[in-house]
């Protein structure tokens, strides 16, 4: 049977929000190892990232973002898109703030503290090597911390930023969690587009020691969530706007408006001017970091969404949030 194949990795966040959304869309499709197959992949891969999907044509496409919006022009249903163009436009903003932010919630707990990365590097190793003897792991888990923990700089996570990292990720979770009390996703009964970049950073935090043991002690309806994203399906209609600004006001607010959308902003600038390293005022703290190419890109196409939503009807709705801001081209 024609299948697409995605090849990924259990601990990249972007990898799980590929499997869970063809699982959502039911289509036919197979999760490879990257590492149990590396001659496929280098066939098919153009840079050395995963997630890669692999087409029934068998054209190789990368990037989870633009490759669900390849297949969503193919199979726009189910759909996960609400049609309230406000609450589609929320997902829209929640998917990339997943993607990009969110990542450095799971990327700086990940590596921050002691039993964290023995856990990942633990579970990155045999990844790498199931059948290492003891000893042979042990190697393997030094190297991979040695590399990961000489990462973290990459997603923004140090010294300066990593309290701030923390007190975004815990802020974030009582919000989510309310509202997510009285419904399964996000956006209601089925899961949006936003639910997927939201959940494959979270769900990948849940999976090490220190966030998985806070969201298990603290917040039982993201960990509900959690579980659910792992096969997503309809259990009702999307909610509009009007019900959902309550919950996820504050969240665009506290984590778009102050502080992803100027940060965001901020390291673009920094990437235009050439600059080694950009400051920002991120929720009233001093935010300094080497600038990140990816999510300028990103954030072009964040605009060209904007430009081709009714803008007047979100404006008028999130406008108050500041999560607007720097988004008219
Ligand atoms: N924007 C990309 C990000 C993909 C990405 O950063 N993947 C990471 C793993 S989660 C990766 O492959 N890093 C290089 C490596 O692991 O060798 C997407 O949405 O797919």
Known sequence: MPEYRIFGAELSPYSVKMRSYFRFKGLPHRWILRNSDPA?????????????VVTPEDEG???STPIIETVEARYPEPAIHPDDPVAAFAS?????????WGNKWMFHYRWARRADQLNSGGRIGRTMNPDASDEEHQQIIEQVLERM????????????????IERSFMEALPVLDAHLESRPYLFGAGP???DFGMWGQIYNAWTDPTCGAIIEAKYPNVLAWIHRMLFPRIEGDFETWDTLAA????????????????WTLANEAA?????????????????TQKPQKYHAKSLAVLRQKYAAADKAAIEAALGVTGCLIGLEA
């Open 40 to 52: 496929t992949y280098q066939k098919y891969a153009k840079i050395p990232i995963i997630p890669l």
């Open 61 to 63: 496409i990368q990037d």
């Open 92 to 100: 829209v903003l929640l998917e990339e703030f997943g993607d990009e």
């Open 149 to 164: 923990t000489n990462r973290v700089w990459f997603v923004g996570s140090n010294e300066v930023t990593a309290a701030q």
């Open 192 to 194: 949006a587009f936003g």
């Open 247 to 262: 919950g996820l006001t504050p969240l665009l607010k506290e984590q778009l408006g102050d502080r992803f959308m100027p």
């Open 271 to 287: 990437i235009a001017a050439g600059d080694e390293e950009f400051s920002v005022q991120v929720a009233g703290e001093t935010w």
